[in-house]
């Protein structure tokens, strides 16, 4: 049973950086495609961000290009999500998901694996 667990989440300002975390206890990484979604209250869970598992390709929301980057250390078993120039709208719970071999559908909450969430609340 894989397990996925989120870091990093904190309370910031506007403008600030933090760097999420998502450890997988499970298998190796390295073969999961692994994505960022996020969920502000009152609003659906949305897409933001994914590492495909084969060549390491990645795929951005709109709103996260250019502030937002993902990377994987297979050898960690974690995969990241640096964010940049935070604004008040990023404010959400971030769930890391994941799953093996992946291909397709990246943007769609489809995955096998979830995990529980970081906070991430940002104030202007």
């Known amino acids: 049973q894989e397990e996925l667990v989120e870091t990093g989440g904190s309370l910031v300002q506007a403008g600030a950086s933090l760097r999420l975390s998502c450890a997988n206890s499970g298998r190796t990484f390295s073969s999961y495609t692994a994505a960022w979604f996020r969920q502000a209250p009152g609003k659906e869970r949305e897409f933001v961000s994914a590492i495909k598992w084969s060549g390491g390709s990645t795929f951005y929301a709109d709103f996260a290009k250019g502030r937002f980057t993902i990377s994987r250390d297979n050898a960690k078993n974690t995969v990241y999500l640096q964010m940049n120039n935070l604004k008040p709208e990023d404010t959400a719970v971030y769930y890391c998901?994941?799953?093996?071999?992946?291909?397709?559908?990246?943007?769609?909450?489809?995955?096998?694996?979830w995990g529980q969430g970081t906070q991430v609340a940002v104030s202007s």
């Open positions: 998901a994941a799953e093996p071999f992946k291909e397709g559908d990246y943007d769609r909450p489809l995955y096998d694996y």
